[in-house]
């Protein structure tokens, strides 16, 4: 059973810090890039940051550059995000996602979200 669940999610003050984890089971971790999106009441779910299987090249959105970072351990099947210097627009449900694109097989899996608020 493919499972995907975050942690770390809470409320914090602007300026502050919070990092999530999500942590995967039911698949091969090493095999899929993992994603971490967000969902703001009201607008469309944005992709934050991204890091491919093995590590290495990471890519972000440009509202969340030299603020976030997105980090994976394979050894423990888990990715992270540390988010710094937090405004209230980052708050939003941020998502975990394994996704796969190799010839013809696809698949994405979600976890279930953690709500972050940053509010004064």
């Known amino acids: 059973q493919v499972q995907l669940v975050e942690s770390g999610g809470g409320g914090v003050q602007p300026g502050g810090s919070l990092r999530l984890s999500c942590a995967a089971s039911?698949?091969?971790?090493?095999?899929?890039?993992m994603r971490w999106y967000r969902q703001a009441p009201g607008k469309e779910r944005e992709l934050v940051a991204d890091?491919?299987?093995?590590?290495?090249?990471?890519n972000y959105a440009d509202s969340v550059k030299g603020r976030f970072t997105i980090s994976r351990d394979n050894t423990k099947n888990a990715v992270y995000l540390q988010m710094n210097s937090l405004k209230p627009e980052d708050t939003a449900v941020y998502y975990c996602?394994?996704?796969?694109?190799?010839?013809?097989?696809?698949?994405?899996?979600w976890g279930q979200g953690t709500q972050v608020t940053v509010s004064s």
């Open positions: 996602n394994a996704h796969i694109l190799l010839l013809s097989f696809h698949r994405d899996y």
């Open positions: 890091i491919p299987s093995t590590g290495g090249s990471t």
């Open positions: 039911g698949f091969t971790f090493s095999w899929y890039s």
